[in-house]
């Protein structure tokens, strides 16, 4: 692996090989961005593992940005889910979560359960509800609403 350009390395061996270099500093903390993603389940649970033997070991504090809820439950002591925020009312706080991976499994707020159980649900119809209004705007207007009279054309 040494004499590998980073061409020739799999999705998990750069990941590794980015943990190992962050470590070799000898961080006090680590930002992980989406650290799992494109990898198989078998080699995010190696990933997974990795960034809890840096926490335990050698006392690195962990940041993990990520969709993986499975990774999430692993490797973190508290979750902290953010909703977009022009997904919501003015005023209305971002954090919409905040707790541990058990807090979590047992959270009845409706946008909660719908992101880590995967579920469409609502998001879906929004999104057949602007593809609406999208395409209704669009719909050139009919001769008896156009603005124009017959003077003027």
Not at 37 to 50: A, C, K, Q, R
Not at 72 to 78: E, G, I, L, M, Q
Not at 105 to 128: N, V, Y
């Amino acid at each position: 692996v040494a004499t590998m350009k980073p061409m020739q390395l799999s999705g998990g061996m750069r990941k590794r090989a980015g943990l190992a270099r962050a470590l070799a500093l000898d961080p006090h903390l680590i930002l992980y961005d989406e650290p799992t993603t494109g990898l198989d389940p078998i080699m995010s649970d190696v990933i997974n593992e990795l960034i809890l033997r840096a926490r335990s070991r050698d006392g690195v504090t962990s940041v993990v940005v990520t969709h993986d809820m499975h990774t999430a439950r692993k490797v973190a002591d508290v979750i902290l889910m953010l909703y977009p925020l022009s997904r919501l009312p003015p005023g209305e706080p971002q954090v919409i979560f905040q707790g541990t991976p058990h807090e979590l499994d047992h959270c009845s707020d409706p946008r909660i359960r719908q992101f880590i159980e995967g579920q469409a649900g609502t998001r879906l119809s929004e999104l057949k509800d602007e593809q609406a209004r999208d395409q209704a705007q669009s719909i050139p207007p009919t001769p008896e609403h156009s603005q124009h009279t017959e003077d003027e054309t």
